[in-house]
């Protein structure tokens, strides 16, 4: 065996010890008082390199050792910190990860504080190991909230697993322990259960159990669960509610991670231009008549395994395809995506239903199922043509003096009766007609107390 890993085998032995030291030193405390019946204060976000200390409320975090370093970085990466009580020399040691399913994530101490990991770096490529942790306090309680939380924590244990991966066709196993530490029989015990939103009951069945719990007895409960999409999840809390001499205790078992393998294929379709005002029913859009739009198919793999995909998409009713494909298939691999886009022509007016996109999948296991799009309605309306109508001159004669609510238009021939009537002589000077004709008009609305205004007036029309 090379020397260097048998360095890197005698620390994991040595960090293996001290770990399981502490968990044995723990033990009782840990299983005294879970997370949920803690109240956390807000979480304090710190980053520590390899050997790196931090103090926190009394609490000094101290970074002591890695994982085995490699050329890149791995998800499933552990650290393990020392942490000492400044005012007591009070001493704790933990292992955390976040990508491994042996070795948790968070760990409570004493009750008092938790320190979750939320990320590790390694790689012989950096210049240091470090973690990020997030450190949460716990709220004081009152005595006698302190002291009903401590009986049912010596009065019931109840624990709670889920497994820790599964792929997404198969079924997770929940099960629920719980025993009665006490010599007493209690009745009408509760349980409170509930489920994610992308998971199924398999098979279907009424998950809220009401029992009794004999004296020094144990009970298992135990239901199956299937999920609809691929993913990290949190299986959330059991809730226990017990009664007794009038007082109602409630304890919680801690949340339960799964991990759920398997391609997940999400699908959507849009319409650009995009309508102004839409939704699932309805489309209101100004789209005419012979107006050509675009359909974008997007698709996308948020799963973590590969899949074969085949899109299949119909040309709406009413329209006629100008270009692109309204089918592929390709093999999607994990956080790819894929878009398919073609152009139709408006060929009639009123409402046009815009089917459903489809992405038939399948993956090398065999796992296999069809999702699809939303459907949109848009509407078509008649193209509009404004047209021109030459102008019309009109001559208006307003009042200098005042602003009547209606103007009076005057007719090019009653001006002209007004210049007649001037006396004869003005009509024989010099220039009188053409400019002097003008002329002539101006004084005529000068004589009237009015000025004159010439006014282009046209018309337009609206042709459907």
Known sequence: MKIDQLVHLSAFIAVFAIFAASVLTCVDITSAQTENEIEWLDAEEYTLYWGDKVNVSGYIIESIEYSTPRYSDVPDDYVLLSILMTNTSKSWSTILSVNNSNIPGYDIFDGK?????????????????????????????????????????????????????????????????????????????????????????????????????????????????????????????????????????????????????????????TIDPVPSNETLSNVTSPILLNDMINIIVHIENKGDRAAHVYISDEIPAGTTKISGETSSDMVLQPSRNYTMQYSIKMDRIGDITIPSAKAKFMDA????????????????????????????????????????????????????????????????????????????????????????????????????
Do not use: C
């Open 113 to 269: 504080f938790k320190i979750e990991v939320i990320d590790i770096v390694t790689g012989i490529n950096i210049p240091s190991p470090y973690t990020k942790i997030k450190f949460y306090l716990a709220k004081e309680l009152p005595p006698e909230e302190y002291a009903k939380r401590t009986w049912i924590n010596t009065t019931v244990s109840m624990e709670k697993s889920a497994g820790y991966e599964i792929y997404i066709d198969e079924r997770a196993y929940v099960t629920i322990e719980i025993e009665n530490l006490k010599d007493i029989y209690f009745e009408d015990v509760r349980l409170n259960e509930n489920i994610p939103d992308n998971f199924i009951l398999d098979p279907d069945e009424d998950i809220g159990w009401t029992f009794d719990l004999k004296n020094n007895s144990k009970l298992t409960f135990r239901y199956g669960l299937k999920s609809t999409r691929a993913g990290k999840f949190t299986i959330p809390a059991t809730e226990l509610m017990l009664t007794h001499l009038g007082i109602t205790h409630y304890k919680y078992t801690n949340p339960t991670n799964l991990t759920i393998h398997g391609p997940s294929i999400y699908i959507s379709k």
């Open 365 to 464: 296991k065999g796992y296999g199922d069809t999702v699809e799009s939303k459907k949109q309605i848009i509407s078509v309306i008649e193209e509009q043509i404004l047209e021109e109508v030459e102008p019309v001159q009109e001559i208006k004669i307003e009042n200098e003096t005042s602003q009547p609510k209606e103007q009076k238009v005057e007719t090019e021939q009653s001006l002209v009766d007004k210049v007649k009537s001037l006396p004869s002589k003005a009509m024989e000077l010099p220039g009188f007609s053409g400019l002097g004709f003008v002329f002539a008009i101006l004084s005529a609305g000068a004589v009237a107390g009015k000025k004159i205004i010439f006014t282009n007036v046209g018309t337009n029309k609206r042709k459907k």
